[in-house]
């Protein structure tokens, strides 16, 4: 089942300028809780946020009943992926998808390594379908490490990784001009680099997919 990313922390003055009650948000589904927060308190979330792939999906909603086409034509992109790679986390945050290939993926790397392995080969040729399936997104591919070692030399080897799955994408035939990379190092780690376990699902990429300009005028041009 997708995940739908939790927003916690936001001032009584925010939650009273979304005018969104607790009751109206479980009872809603996907494709509105992304027009919801794009139409009140996207870009303000997406600051709070800031600096990775969730804030930069929020950030970019657009809401209203547009945002609410978008969200439903990532609804399903976003379950093609998940069927296709069940291993990914795939989220639905704002209005676009979050995908983190771990270890669990498949779409991991080696110790001081920026080459893909068979099976991560495997896993990007069945998004690639999807992102060539699907056209009119944006692909923010961000590149992350553990945190052995030189920390200047880790930022660098991150961005190496994501510019690894980058290439490989669009050798399968996803156009270049979709992606934008990202090098996050040490800095972002979602698991414990206290331990080997750890540190392996560290060494990870993650995918934020994002309309496009042509998606996005496209939804206006249908709403208007």
């Given at each position: 089942?997708?995940?739908?990313?939790?927003?916690?922390?936001?001032?009584?003055?925010?939650?009273?300028?979304?005018?969104?009650?607790?009751?109206?948000?479980?009872?809603?589904?996907?494709?509105?809780?992304?027009?919801?927060?794009?139409?009140?308190?996207?870009?303000?979330?997406?600051?709070?946020?800031?600096?990775?792939?969730?804030?930069?999906?929020?950030?970019?909603?657009?809401?209203?009943?547009?945002?609410?086409l978008?969200?439903?034509h990532?609804?399903?992109?976003?379950?093609?992926?998940?069927?296709?790679?069940?291993?990914?986390?795939?989220?639905?945050?704002?209005?676009?998808?979050?995908?983190?290939?771990?270890?669990?993926?498949?779409?991991?790397?080696?110790?001081?390594?920026?080459?893909?392995?068979?099976?991560?080969t495997?896993?990007?040729?069945?998004?690639?379908?999807?992102?060539?399936?699907?056209?009119?997104?944006?692909?923010?591919?961000?590149?992350?490490?553990?945190?052995?070692?030189?920390?200047?030399?880790n930022?660098?080897?991150?961005?190496?990784?994501?510019?690894?799955?980058?290439?490989?994408?669009?050798?399968?035939?996803?156009?270049?001009?979709?992606?934008?990379?990202?090098?996050f190092?040490?800095?972002?780690?979602?698991?414990?680099?206290?331990?080997?376990?750890?540190?392996?699902?560290?060494?990870?990429?993650?995918?934020?997919?994002?309309?496009?300009?042509?998606?996005?005028?496209?939804?206006?041009?249908?709403?208007?």
């Amino acid at each position: 089942m997708l995940k739908k990313i939790k927003i916690y922390g936001l001032s009584l003055a925010v939650i009273l300028s979304l005018n969104i009650g607790c009751t109206a948000i479980q009872n809603s589904n996907k494709t509105q809780r992304g027009a919801g927060i794009g139409v009140a308190a996207g870009a303000l979330v997406g600051g709070l946020i800031g600096g990775n792939i969730g804030g930069a999906l929020i950030g970019a909603a657009i809401g209203g009943a547009a945002g609410g086409l978008i969200g439903n034509h990532m609804d399903k992109q976003a379950d093609k992926i998940e069927e296709a790679v069940p291993g990914a986390e795939v989220k639905r945050v704002g209005e676009g998808i979050q995908i983190i290939f771990d270890d669990k993926s498949g779409v991991n790397f080696g110790f001081d390594s920026a080459d893909l392995t068979s099976s991560a080969t495997k896993n990007l040729d069945a998004v690639a379908e999807i992102f060539i399936e699907f056209p009119d997104t944006d692909l923010m591919i961000e590149g992350h490490t553990d945190s052995v070692g030189d920390a200047d030399y880790n930022m660098k080897l991150s961005k190496r990784r994501a510019e690894s799955v980058v290439a490989y994408l669009k050798s399968k035939g996803v156009a270049g001009s979709r992606f934008k990379v990202e090098a996050f190092g040490e800095t972002r780690p979602r698991f414990d680099n206290g331990t080997k376990d750890g540190q392996s699902k560290n060494r990870r990429v993650e995918i934020g997919v994002a309309a496009n300009q042509q998606m996005i005028e496209d939804a206006k041009a249908q709403t208007e």
